[in-house]
Each structure stands twice: as structure tokens, then as C-alpha cells.
């Protein structure tokens, strides 16, 4: 079964990281993460649409912050 995604430039990358079990590599995974998030609202620039998928880019990056600071701990 294939999956779909409601913002495909972004959202495989951020849900990697949730599903990642060896914390060696969950740095690299939201640093992947971020990288897309941050390609994607770069090419959002200047676009007056696209309002549900900057709240979604919020939630995201609000997300991957908490899981930075409690994966270590």
C-alpha cells in the first residue's frame, strides 16, 4: 500500500522521525526534518495561500523542538 501525503515536500521526512528507533540516527532524522520544512517555506515565500500548510509547518516544527530536547534526556 502506497502512502499519501497531504504535504509531500515535507511531511514523510517529519514523520521519519517519529518512527525512529536508534537515537544515533534520530538527530540526522530531524535535522532531515527541518531541511525540508525550511526548503518548503522558502519556496512559500511571497504566496498568499497555503494557510492550513504553514499551521501544519508550526505544529511540525513546535513538534520536532520538543522531541530535540526530551529524546536525550
Known amino acids: 500500500m502506497k502512502r499519501t501525503f ?7 521526512q ?3 522521525t ?7 540516527k534520530l538527530l540526522d532524522r530531524i535535522a532531515a526534518a527541518e531541511a525540508a520544512i525550511h526548503r ?7 504566496c498568499g495561500n497555503g ?4 499551521q501544519a509547518i508550526g505544529k511540525a516544527l ?3 523542538s520538543v522531541l530535540k530536547e526530551t529524546a536525550f534526556v
Open 51 to 54: 494557510v492550513k500548510e504553514r
Open 62 to 64: 513546535s513538534a520536532l
Open 18 to 24: 517519529f518512527l525512529e528507533v536508534d537515537k544515533a
Open 40 to 46: 518548503r517555506m522558502g519556496a512559500m515565500l511571497g
Open 6 to 12: 497531504q504535504f509531500p515536500d515535507w511531511e514523510p
Open 14 to 16: 517529519y514523520k521519519a
